[in-house]
């Protein structure tokens, strides 16, 4: 477990060397306004219209189904 000293000196050296750092979801702070990717909407929606296509295209393959196959 690390100190609160340890905890700060990390801290300091993070905010010292800034740009050479790279974490989850962290940019320099000219980028911080440019969207991730997985930020935009456009992923949802796709995902959205194929799932209803599917679901429109199993229901027709259940109506057009012949009854008598097992």
Same mark, same amino acid.
């Given at each position: 477990?690390?100190?609160?000293?340890?905890?700060?000196?990390?801290?300091?050296?993070?905010?010292?060397?800034?740009?050479?750092?790279?974490?989850?979801?962290?940019?320099?702070?000219?980028?911080?306004?440019?969207?991730?990717?997985?930020?935009?909407? #456009?992923?949802?929606? =796709?995902? *959205?219209? +194929?799932? $209803?296509? #599917?679901?429109?295209? =199993?229901? *027709?393959? +259940?109506? $057009?189904?012949?009854?008598?196959?097992?």
């Amino acid at each position: 477990m690390q100190t609160i000293n340890e905890q700060l000196a990390l801290e300091r050296l993070a905010r010292k060397h800034e740009r050479h750092l790279t974490f989850l979801r962290h940019s320099p702070r000219e980028q911080r306004w440019i969207p991730f990717v997985e930020d935009s909407q #456009i992923p949802e929606i =796709l995902e *959205a219209l +194929l799932g $209803t296509v #599917i679901f429109f295209a =199993l229901i *027709a393959a +259940l109506a $057009t189904m012949p009854w008598w196959l097992p």
